[in-house]
């Protein structure tokens, strides 16, 4: 436990960061999800471009051994850079560089989800699926106790806390104002931001995006969340339920729609999709968050705006569904989906592909 997590001046730090450094020199730093398939890693190379097109940046690699993903003695995985994002931290035309990661034989290391998301993205292209993610997570002290929390004993009971205002009800505004602004700044097409149910919970969603581009943003913005809060020393937990008892837990949302479903009438598209979905229930809920879904088995337990993990159900406004179909929905008989089932850890290229694959590609396709 770090509860003496030493603390340096970033008024002494800002001295630096303004020093001119030489127009031909650029910082880029790579990003990738590591050997548990839920944290990331990241570590910053010199470049002596800016680079617009991620191909145009070196393949690189890691010591794979100390991130869960290769054995000690053949320890190299490569970087693939695959987006590009301006560096919020560094800022000018310094990059944040999303990367897929591959073993020595240049196959995709186990916790690479992005190359067959792109497949069942490309395959479904012509009914251009959109996803909106709504990321719910929690902010904990050095010492792992919810922020803002009383070290012994607990808050008042939940129901003042959900997008309030107010020293008593929310802990941690700075870290989440910080946080959506450094989305905007990179690019990412952050769509809101909301206090949640637990007090020192709170949400941001992404989209709506066009195929894989969401779970690129959507990891790029987790990489941001953990990055600021670290310069507030607050941790971020993606547990899906942290606290055990009459709390809520959190998810990760995935709303959904085709080109069909945004037309007139697409309510009957909609239909059909909550159709096949129900047929694959299991399916779903096993990649739906880490441990083969048994993640979820905490937070899918019919209370607490959840739905009970081994039945499927669905709903107009029901908050207690599999899925959800929004009330403006329903009332304009088009727009979208709400699947409510990923957990707030659950890898987004694996939810989107498993959407897209059931939804909108045929059998012998998915
Ligand atoms: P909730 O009422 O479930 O809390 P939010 O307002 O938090 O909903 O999030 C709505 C999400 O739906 C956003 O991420 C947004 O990008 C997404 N969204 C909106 N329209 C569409 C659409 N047509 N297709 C897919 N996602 C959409
Ligand atoms: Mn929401
Ligand atoms: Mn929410
Ligand atoms: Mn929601």
New binding site residues.
Partial sequence: MLASRPLTNKTVLERYMKLAVPDNKFQATYIWVDGTGENLRSKTRTINFVPTNPKDLPIWNYDGSSTGQAQGSNSDVYLYPVAIYRDPFTQGNNKLVLCETYNHMKVPTETNHRWTCLEAMKKAAEQHP?????QEYTFMDVDNHPLGWPKNGYPGPQGSYHCAVGANKVYGRDVVEAHYKACLYSGI?I??S?AETMPAQW?Y?????EGISLSDDLWISRFLLHRVAEDFNVVVSLDPKPITGDWNGAGL?????TEA??APGGIDEIETAIDKLSKVHMKHIKTYSPNEGMDNVRRLTGSHETSYMYSFSSGVAN?AVSI?I?RMVAEERK??L?D?RPASNAEPYVVSEMLVRTICLDKNEQ
């Fill in positions: 959109w996803f909106g993610a709504e097409n769509f809101g909301n949400e969603q992404i989209g709506p995006n949302h995935f709303n959904f729609s479903m945004r908050r959800r929004p727009g979208y709400e409510r």
